[in-house]
């Protein structure tokens, strides 16, 4: 990403000023302006590098997510951004002021961890409080403060509780209060969630994201989780190996991933390799020939990857559809909604392909699908997807 030349590169630090009295933030603040841009960071550790000239922008009120696997270097970034780790090269601007240099505390940034990061021999109001001390003066509002904060993140009438007497939901809570006690520009949020019971997690998504709109911050999260990803964030970053290989909405990461690495890591994926281009919508698998609605970038005689989710693959009494094929049923696997389906596809040659299909549970019943039972699908050729080998 190249450095916009509307940037004005002013190295200059914020002064401390006045807290917000109230908890949010005024909707004339947001903008459709970048308030995080990031150009060119990279970060070495000894010989290994976690970030290769990583450039982002976020814009006011955005949820940016970044997606990846552990080691890929996500929360390096987040660490440079917080300014808790150094960059070897590159810029970190907020707004149009560049804080490249600037130290942690000056840089009014709310940060949550996933371990919380609470005083334990503090009561939740405390912990809230904690940053607030040199910022109003008087106690009366420090209370108020606090108290809006309580209420904002449904714990009105735990101000009095220690962290030890509030469970893993409620201890994240009064974090995310604490991060947002001085009104930061920007929130930086940890694998926030990662640590707790899965219904926990799936309720405070909802709450955090509500959260967010409310107050309207600029808000960047790390994780490894996709389904967090694809629930909270307005943009999703998919990092691999110290590098964004993919920047998106949800549905265009989903959808449209534009490596064989993001469509594996986010959602499952089939892939059916050694394919031959014929012509212009027409692949080669074997002895299977299939239609394809997008596959020009490859030349043809050219091999490729066919790739295609388990749910788009439609399971049906057909007959003369386009890409028809029979396959045999080798496993199924109740998940609830659905069976995963474990299929065997003959390539018309002693080679065997491996498939997975989504089948709602009723389709199973309709049908009288079993294990070790022929079956035909269709892979509709709008949801193929091609990858140049």
Request: neutral net charge; charged residues 25%.
């Amino acid at each position: 990403m190249k450095e916009s030349p509307a940037l004005r590169h002013r190295k200059v630090a914020p002064q401390a000023g006045e807290v917000d009295q109230e908890p949010c933030l005024d909707a004339s603040d947001v903008s459709n302006e970048p308030y995080l841009r990031i150009y060119g960071i990279t970060k070495q550790f000894g010989r290994s590098v976690a970030l290769r000239d990583v450039s982002l922008e976020a814009a006011r009120g955005e949820f940016l997510c970044v997606l990846g696997p552990s080691g890929c270097g996500k929360t390096t970034l987040l660490r440079i951004i917080a300014g808790l780790e150094k960059q070897d090269a590159g810029s970190v601007f907020f707004g149009d002021d560049d804080f490249s240099h600037v130290a942690v505390s000056r840089r009014n940034v709310g940060i949550v961890f996933q371990s919380y990061a609470l005083f334990p021999n503090l009561t939740a109001g405390q912990n809230i409080a904690y940053g607030l001390k040199s910022h109003l003066k008087t106690r009366k509002a420090m209370q108020d403060r606090v108290d809006g904060l309580l209420r904002l993140v449904g714990l009105s009438g735990f101000a009095h509780k220690f962290p030890a007497q509030l469970s893993g939901g409620q201890q994240q809570r009064v974090a995310l209060a604490r991060a947002m006690a001085l009104s930061p520009h920007l929130l930086l949020l940890d694998e926030p969630l990662s640590a707790l019971d899965a219904q926990v997690r799936l309720m405070l998504r909802s709450e955090v994201r509500q959260l967010q709109r409310k107050l309207n911050v600029t808000t960047l999260m790390v994780t490894h989780d996709q389904e967090e990803a694809l629930t909270m964030a307005d943009r999703i970053l998919v990092m691999d190996r110290g590098e964004i290989v993919q920047s998106g909405s949800p549905m265009e990461i989903y959808e449209k991933p534009a490596t064989p690495f993001v469509a594996s890591f986010v959602g499952s994926m089939n892939f059916m390799g050694n394919a031959v281009k014929e012509t212009e919508r027409v692949y080669r698998l074997g002895e299977v020939r299939l239609h394809v609605a997008n596959g020009e970038h490859v030349a043809e005689g050219g091999h490729a990857t066919v790739a295609i989710r388990p749910e788009d693959i439609v399971v049906d009494r057909l007959s003369g559809s386009r890409n028809a094929l029979t396959t045999w049923v080798k496993s199924l696997e109740f998940r609830g909604p659905i069976y995963r389906a474990t299929l065997h596809l003959h390539l018309g040659t002693r080679e065997k392909c491996v498939v997975h299909a989504d089948i709602p549970t009723e389709k199973i019943r309709r049908f009288g699908i079993s294990e070790n039972s022929q079956l035909d699908v269709e892979l509709p050729a709008d949801r193929i997807l091609i990858y140049a080998a």
